[in-house]
């Protein structure tokens, strides 16, 4: 295969397998940096150079070299983690980062603020915890995410067994990894505990599937069982939406493709996209197809224009049909027709549940995903102490927010004392706005950001917050997402309110986006401070409460009353914009 | 003045010591040939200056700071004048043996830490005081000591050296002088003694003797120059519990100069708090004169008020009289415990007195002293300007929060545009290799880096061959690297050959710079061997001593030296030059 004409194509070529010089700029202690090449790469291992942006001025004024550190995304298949699991995490965050644990939108864990002399030990301990980081990040099939929906255990166990099958299948092979974190001594390259694809000319013995270039651009899967789409299928580059026979039985998956958020201020070649149908297939030809759709887009996506990699773009450019039928001569059978199958919302179902064989799951809403510490709310404490207990699971949702699955009988009492006392019991007693809010984590780790998120979403739903009480929606859930940059890591364009970051303190106000994530929103208002976002809203909203039909969603409404076009498809996302009167 | 000696009648004397008293140097070279030449007029025979038979005379010095070096050369130039045909000799260049040719011998010699000798006099110390030194009969000697009565071992290592040399058959001619922080006095009124009361000595060396005070240069230790500070700030990042300050001086238009090893001398002035305290506990008044100023001025300005020693608490006891105080300085060991970490206020509060004014308090107090800090630039790459590296000195004991003075004044008090007094000293005892191709290696953990940013400056500008390796260490890496971008930018450059980095509380354990030479031994061992040099600033209590004794191991280590062997290889090193240390 030709190296395409981005830069992070050449580095992949160079870095055999990955390794570039990543273990010489771990072994250099003058800088908490490593070298620009080698931040790409790390991606790959699941990790992220940053650097806290609040105070770079002041450390160049002091000589010194702007705050690095790192993220760490640990790859959780379906975010299911064990008890013993939930505890490592939680004293990784205490001893080597900085003090937090973040839930992310693609129920992952996120480690911020490790510095590189903790790095390998950090990674080293994550996979002592039987976690890894190898393609949390990077040119690659990343984390796989399941619904955790506890109230279909059978279902569940079955999607999650796949969403595991799908995520060993599509790991990078190279030993790099191994070789690089794991200082066992033996060189043992990451266990390979299925058959190894065949060899085909691109691929090669030490990558049997992606080759040495990798992918051109990231990549995502997620499997969805309805009525729930909370993880939000159609915004990932390859989906399984469950196809149910009565209420436990999985006849097989309706595959989707070329679902994708990002794209760039300014440049209306890039947009986001919500994915198509490809096909129905059996639960033992999921992931054969899965490697198959990884392999066409290894092929015939763009590696010359990075903004254009996706595997969106791909879709987009070669239609449906044609994408479909590389699947089909990779698989060597036909895909079916899709099932029907109805999606019914997107966000989480809080609180209580108790399950047929009677155990009990608790999902609680954590605020943007963030777990730490307050004098007012010991969240981090109070799961830790649930952590020494529980005798089920943890799983992370697809909103960032946390199910403490399993709880048996005999353990009840125990956990709602725990949770009663710190002040977790009510966690979801909050405006189904914030319910069902996310943010991405932006200032000041992360260096894509173009303003506040995570830190500033909180305040703004407070403000809005006030309108929505006023006209008696607090129990009527609106989504409502925010991100520091238009790369779209909390999915804004498919909420019904989506902020998306500009300049400091400034945001696109996008609407219209699907209740169940079945449609993108589209720009309602560019660069609005985030101070008149309230301001903005507010007649709207009025109108909305006053003016609504029986069952209608925000976002359905925003575009019946008039205040927006529908954005019906991914390249139209950028049409029909309408200066609108700001109510200022 | 001398006139013990004076072949002058009374009458006469007077006149030419009214004649020599305030003189320039000019004035007084110009006179004292004048008087020669009356000598040689009259056909006198009194005039040794020139008589051709001069008697010759040894001065031998031990200096640390430079001040004893300082001084040998103030004793030279007035013996000369005074008709001596003196050498002077470093103990660092000598053996004690050579003693036994000098039939006349003046000693200076300072006291360090522990009643320790100069680095540079350690071997000559050892070998002066065993059992194999020869005897001295009929040696005329005077020995002046250097020391400050605020350590308890004040000036022992004149007390032994003028014990030893007494014991080993010398003649005392002139009692021996122990002089406090500030010897300038002291120091003069021993040289006219010492001097006169060797045998030869002219009316020239009086006129000398009384103008060695006088100022030689422009702006020196008894005339400040007042520098405008051009910068000041925090080298320590957020989260840092250091407060290490780099502090840029202008020396514009005053003339001065300097080279990459020196010191600069600091006045501080005392805080105000600190001279509160004071006049609460004594009961004075802030606003009582004392000469031509105020009181609350003069304890600014020229009293040290926070240092306590025994010497002090004896001088206060003095005009107090207290039977309890007494007592309690006479039980030593207890008195030593109660002093460490207590200051003058501590006294006086504890053994208060009703009747002080202020001629009887102020007399009891010792002058405010400046304080030195190792030169932290190179005029090379900073026309103009002298950079201090100053650690804030801060703590509690004993209920009370303490400061050290100088650095406190220079962090609290005074900020850009303000002007501080300041004068040179020089300190020949750290210097770079007189040839740039000479490898130096650097061990400068915390404020220690100070002076080898002036000798990297320096190397940068002249651009030297010799490779330059630096150790530093501090307690983090995110915060305490002091001076990392300009190190980083050194390193790019090739300027800086290696940089290793010793974090103590990065990680559980404690890792310090003699660890990273350990782990670097066979490298430094080549390099020194190579003929580098070696050089070690900042702590003298810990740090200097670990670094020495990682020095002797990895001679036994690398260079299969014992114990005896790598003592012996060291002090050789030293002897050459190439082993220097900067320490307190």
Partial sequence: MKVGKTANEGIKDASNYLRGTILEGLANTSTGSLSADDQQLTKFHGIYQQDNRDIRRERRKKKLEPAY??????????????????LDMDRIAQEHANGAIKLTTRQAFQFHGVIKGNLKRSIAEINEALFDTLAACGDVNRNVMCNPNPNQSKVHGEVLRLATDISDHLSPRTGAYHDIWIDDGTGEKVKVTYDPPKIDDIADEEEPIYGKL???RKFKTVIAVPPSNDVDIYAHDLGYIAILEGDDKIVGYNVTVGGGMGMTHGNEETFPRLADQLGFCTPEQAILVGEAVVRVQRDFGNRDVRTNARLKYTVERMGIDAFREEVEKLCGFKLGEPRDFKFEHNGDRYGWIEDHTGNFHYTMFIENG??????????????????????????????QNLIIANISPAKKAEIEKILEAHKMLDSYERSALRLNSMACVSLPTCGLALAESQRYLPDLITEIDEVIENVGLRHDAITIRMTGCPNGCARPYISEIGFVGRAPG??????????????LSKLYAPSVKGTDAAKILKPIIEDYAKNREEGEHFGDFTIRAGYLKATENGRDFHKDFVEPELAL | MSSSNSPLPPEKLLQAQNLAAGLTQDQANWLAGFYSGIGFATGGAAAPAQSGAKTPLTVLYGSESGNAEKLSGTIQKTADKAGFKTKVVNMGDSKPGDLKKAENLLVVISTWGEGDPPDTAVDYYEEFMGDGMAKLDGVKFSVCGLGDTSYEHFCKMGKDFDARLAALGGERVFDRADCDVDFQASFDKWLDGAIGALPSAAVAADLQAAVTAAPTAAYDKANPYEAEILEKVVLNGTGSIKETLHVELSLEGSGLTYQPGDALGVYPV??????????????????AKLGDKTLVEALQIEFDITSLSAAIAMKYNGVVGSKDLEAAIDDKATFKDWIWGRQLVDLIEAYPFKEWTPESFTEILRPLAPRLYSIASSLKAHEDEVHLTIAAVRYNSHGRDRVGVCSTFVADEVNVGDKVRVYFHSNNNFRLPESGDTDVIMVGPGTGIAPFRAFVEERAATEAKGKNWLFFGDQHFSYDFLYQLEWLDYLDDGILTELTTAFSRDQKEKVYVQHRLMEHGAEI????????????CGDASRMAKDVHQALMDIAQEHGGKDAKEAKDWLSALR????YQRDVY
Avoid at chain 1, 70 to 86: A, D, K, L
Wanted: no cysteine.
């Fill in chain 1, 69 to 86: 550190s790192f993220m760490i995304r640990v790859r959780v298949p379906g975010g299911v983690s064990t008890p013993q699991q939930w």
């Fill in chain 1, 214 to 216: 990798y992918l051109p």
């Fill in chain 1, 370 to 399: 963030r777990i730490y510490d307050t004098d007012d709310y010991p969240l981090m404490t109070g799961l830790r102490e649930i952590a020494k207990t529980h005798d089920g699971d943890f799983r992370l949702t697809a909103n």
């Fill in chain 1, 506 to 519: 400034k945001y696109n106000l996008y609407l219209g986006g699907g209740f169940h994530g079945e449609r």
């Fill in chain 2, 270 to 287: 005392n805080r105000a708090a600190d001279v509160n305290s004071i006049l609460a506990a004594t009961g004075l008044k802030a606003n």
């Fill in chain 2, 525 to 536: 061992w080549k390099q020194l061997e190579g003929g580098a040099h070696f050089y070690v």
């Fill in chain 2, 575 to 578: 002897k050459e030059k190439r």
